[in-house]
């Protein structure tokens, strides 16, 4: 059952989740990259991965983030085996005073992966270095460039995003033990990759220019601007967004750069490049002080010019703004299908009323000659901002908006036949008979009107929910939880000599030269991408012992051993946490799972792959401390 937009809410019971919805015709799915009962998720060196897209040949693009706390002494001592259990990733910083290091690297797999079936490999892109690469001298390699990858098509095409390469200039000022001054002349970049040649997608703006007046010089300032690329179709069109204007706001913050470097009484004036990083790194209250307006971009892959660039189009805004205005205002493209039809998001005033300013679902269509129009999807009041995600070859757009249910903001997963756009949106219903306040986003439609994202799973209203991905067939409207349709194998069960299925149980030894055990568990919590075939791939939870720290120092605690010591609750086991895996999904002819046993509850909260945001780390050392048994 679905139910329309302007349906009046229903009460939902309070509960654990029922398995209405989920009926006898739901394809079963293998989780494939699995090797001994642990997930092949992520690449050497790094904590957390992410499957972000597939396409027709099983050919699986992604992320993996979070480098390991580990010095070179540590992993040639082998004091930590990565995958034993959970060591803290390096922290986040950003200081013109200290070197970039990525933490972000793409990877690629298939099932014909040259290092295993569905095991993940790191791919260079933007010039970039493996996590465990050393030098002639045995020291790991510092790769300052983050990247990123978020979709590719059937050719091969990948797209994503990247950051600036580290620069450095010579320091002068107050300090006595900085040698030298770090940025780089981009915060993040489109980029995409056909027949293995890179394609640097450039925003419209990357460059501030001052004209000279009475009271100011004349300057030129390279900002570098933003983009991304967020998908990419059969035609080899892609789609994202950048940067167009500098907000009036920070034009104010360039000039006071400008006016510092340009002081000739100070006895060190910052460069201007280094003031401009400064203003482009997050503080910490996560704010930025040089921000752009941004458009929805399209580039043609197919349209190349003399010099390798892209043929690049800016997708309409979905209003006019006034000529005075001081707002930023912005659009992004995040799905494309075959025809070149857009999904996406824009800032628009809802029915042409300037009081109401609102950031919703959009899509964009050709007309007869050729020109990209914007059309709003409709949306009632109670809304407080909307999202489309993808479009398929028949029309069908899928996203969410965000209202108030039951006191509390929700995300709700909408579908809309563009053909038909008059008819509205639909809200698909979930585990419920009715609409529930269970927040929800759709990812991805295939043409076969599958939908893959992600569902809250309980009810709680205090505390954070946690999430599954789910499968929803719009031709039928059957919504399954993604875990419900999994064989016992793929959920970390195995078969005892009895025939009956119990967690495979995980020994280990620790510090203490004791064999610890803990029960395998895996989770698939998002579903990012599905193809024609129905393969699947997104983020799973796999359940991961956690190493002891040191309280002060938060250095891992190791035995006389050499092996790290394990967190243990009351009564002696391991304590666990999970940590975030790739997941590929293959449809089995087996049978789903119906064992059941109580875990505990895991909020997952997504952090950085889809959303399109970059992290940066510096390198920390880990002083080993060992503690007598």
Not at 30 to 59: C, H, K, P, W
Not at 222 to 243: F, I
Not at 497 to 515: C, F, K, L, N, P
Request: aromatic share 10%.
């Amino acid at each position: 059952m679905k139910l329309k937009f302007d349906k009046a809410l229903s009460l939902v019971a309070i509960g654990v989740l029922s398995v209405i919805g989920t009926v006898q015709a739901a394809p079963v799915y293998e989780i494939v990259n699995i090797e001994d009962f642990d997930l092949n998720g992520t690449i050497d060196g790094t904590r957390n991965g992410y499957a972000m897209a597939v396409n027709s040949q099983d050919e699986v693009v992604g992320i993996s983030k979070g480098k390991k706390k580990l010095s070179t002494e540590d992993i040639e001592g082998g004091i930590i085996d990565v995958e034993d259990g959970i060591s803290d990733a390096e922290e986040i910083t950003y200081s013109v005073l200290k070197p970039i290091e990525a933490n972000n690297f793409t990877v690629t797999t298939s099932a014909n992966a040259a290092e295993g079936a569905w095991k993940p490999s790191f791919y260079s892109l933007a010039g970039t270095t493996n996590p465990t690469d050393v030098d002639s001298d045995g020291e790991l390699v510092v790769n300052s460039i983050d990247t990123f990858f978020y979709g590719l098509n059937s050719n091969g095409t990948k797209v994503g995003a990247y950051t600036g390469e580290q620069k450095t200039l010579a320091y002068e000022g107050t300090s006595t033990t900085q040698e030298l001054w770090y940025y780089r002349d981009f915060e993040l970049r489109a980029i995409a990759v056909k027949d293995d040649v890179e394609f640097s997608l450039l925003p419209p703006y990357t460059t501030y220019v001052r004209e000279q007046d009475a009271d100011t010089s004349a300057a030129t300032v390279e900002l570098g601007g933003s983009s991304v690329a967020a998908d990419v179709n059969e035609n080899n069109l892609v789609v994202g967004y950048g940067s167009t204007a500098l907000a009036s706001s920070s034009v104010d913050r360039v000039d006071s750069c400008i006016t510092s470097a340009e002081d000739t009484d100070a006895d060190n004036p910052t460069p201007l490049a280094i003031c401009v990083q400064d203003s482009q790194y997050p503080d910490t209250n996560s704010r930025r002080y040089i921000i752009y307006q941004t458009r929805a971009l399209v580039w043609d892959l197919n349209n190349i010019d003399d010099a390798g660039v892209p043929e690049r189009t800016e997708l309409p805004l979905g209003l006019t703004p006034a000529t005075d205005s001081t707002l930023i205002y912005t659009a992004q493209a995040l799905g494309v299908n075959s025809d070149d039809d857009v999904a996406g998001r824009s800032h628009v005033y809802r029915n042409g009323d300037t009081d109401k300013l609102y950031f919703d679902a959009a899509y964009w269509k050709k007309n007869a000659n050729g020109e990209y129009q914007y059309n709003w999807v409709d949306m009632e009041n109670e809304v407080t901002s909307s999202i489309a995600y993808d479009i398929n070859d028949n029309g069908i757009l899928v996203g969410s908006y965000r209202k108030y249910i039951g006191g509390y903001l929700r995300d709700k997963f909408f579908t809309l036949d563009t053909n038909n756009p008059e008819q509205g949106i639909v809200t698909p219903n979930d585990f419920q008979t009715t609409l529930s306040d269970l927040s929800s986003k759709p990812k991805d439609i295939n043409n076969k009107g599958q939908v893959v994202g992600y569902v809250e799973s309980t009810y709680d209203k205090e505390k954070p929910r946690p999430k599954v991905g789910f499968l929803f067939e719009n031709s039928t409207s059957e919504f399954s939880n993604l875990n419900d349709l999994l064989t016992c194998g793929s959920k970390g069960y195995v078969q005892n000599t009895d025939g009956e299925w119990a967690r495979h149980q995980v020994s280990i030894q620790d510090g203490t030269g004791e064999i610890l055990t803990y029960n395998t568990d895996i989770q698939v919590v998002e579903a990012n991408s599905i193809n024609e075939d129905g393969t699947i791939v997104g983020t799973a939870f796999i359940r991961k012992p956690q190493y002891q720290t040191d309280a002060t120092t938060g250095n891992v605690l190791v035995g006389e051993n050499n092996l790290p010591l394990f967190e243990l609750d009351g009564n002696g086991a391991p304590v666990t946490a999970y940590l975030p895996r790739m997941v590929i999904l293959k449809p089995t002819s087996g049978e789903a799972c119906t064992t059941s046993d109580t875990v505990e509850e895991v909020a997952y909260v997504r952090q950085g792959a889809a959303s399109f945001a970059w992290l940066f780390t510096l390198p920390l050392l880990w002083l080993r401390r060992r503690v007598k048994k």
